[in-house]
């Protein structure tokens, strides 16, 4: 195989396979959800346009390890959620979330889900 094949972005599944279609193309397809990545040439192709695609941020309690825009929230309490900015410093990383700015290390009993993607112009 010429490249791994990250999760199905729609359901997570990791049953996802590259396939060869009659018409000489290949896909990455989910066994799961049936999803299908865009056609390709070749198999090498058809992988790297299929780990393009965006995949959904899940939260963990593991807290950000680089620098990026986070959506953050008090453990246990989903309507707390709000964004919050990490910052690489000299002293580690720093996060800065509405009036609050501080090291990351005091940030703790919270999830994160990120670092979220800057958009495509």
């Known amino acids: 195989m010429p490249e791994v094949i990250l999760p199905c972005p ?20 989910c066994v799961d959800c049936s999803m299908r990545g865009p056609a390709e040439r070749n198999p090498d192709s058809a992988i790297s346009a299929w780990n393009t695609l965006p995949r959904a941020l899940r939260w963990t309690h593991e807290p950000p390890n680089v620098a990026g825009w986070y959506f953050q929230r008090a453990m246990g309490k989903e309507k707390t959620q709000r964004i919050a900015f990490v910052s690489a410093t000299l002293s580690g990383l720093h996060c800065k979330c509405g009036c609050s700015s501080r090291p990351l290390a005091h940030w703790v ?13």
Not at 113 to 119: E, R, S, T
């Open 10 to 29: 729609a359901c997570g599944s990791i049953d996802c396979e590259c396939l060869f279609a009659e018409d000489e193309m290949y896909s990455v397809d």
């Open 109 to 121: 009993e919270f999830e994160w889900a990120g670092p979220i993607p800057a958009p495509i112009d």
